[in-house]
């Protein structure tokens, strides 16, 4: 494959950063069809794991996927990229909003507009979703550790954090379960 332009690269996550409303989780489809569909610079799949994988490590998950991507595409100059990419418009953004904030929070059209953003946000977070569920390996121990996290968070109340860590820690029991009994 022909080296992709980081100039190119970069203004690729400028524009996935510019309308990523809603944080890490309305990056996926943004990033499928930026990489995958319009310019094949990776493959799905490569995509979700590292979706999957930005979820799963400290920091921002459009951050830690913007990494692993540029990095895929163009090395460590091409993480470096893709990352600042990420994060100029909404750095601008943020600027920009803190220096008249008190003018505008009372603004109907203001709150207007962060009402619609959350409706098109809820529809991609159910869009990032339905393709990771698409793509998972969905056997018994998939929907024993789904119903275990459900009732962690839903009736338990237990902190995210910990639900995750305790059903990675599971996985990596059954995986070694498995292992052992040459199931997998």
Excluded: H
């Excluded at 979706?51 to 459009?62: C, H, K, N, R, V």
């Amino acid at each position: 494959m022909k080296k992709f332009s980081l100039i190119k690269l970069y203004f690729i996550f400028v524009k996935v950063g510019a309308i990523l409303l809603g944080g890490g989780y309305v990056i996926l489809p943004i990033l499928n069809s930026e990489l995958c569909e319009k310019r094949d610079l990776i493959k799905e799949n490569e995509l979700t794991d590292y979706f999957a994988l930005s979820q799963s490590l400290p920091g921002m998950i459009a951050t830690n996927i913007s990494i692993f991507t540029g990095y895929k595409i163009r090395g460590a100059l091409g993480a470096i990229t893709a990352m600042l990419g990420t994060v100029t418009a909404p750095v601008i953004s943020i600027i920009i909003l803190a220096s008249f904030l008190e003018c505008i929070a009372g603004n109907s059209y203001i709150t207007g507009t962060f009402r619609g953003i959350g409706v098109a946000v809820t529809a991609l977070i159910f869009l990032t979703t339905r393709e990771i569920w698409q793509k998972s390996n969905r056997d018994g121990f998939f929907y024993f550790i789904l119903a275990v996290a459900l009732v962690g968070l839903l009736y338990i109340k237990a902190s995210p954090a910990v639900v995750i860590v305790f059903c990675s820690m599971l996985g990596v029991l059954i995986k070694r379960i498995k292992r052992y009994r040459r199931i997998d």
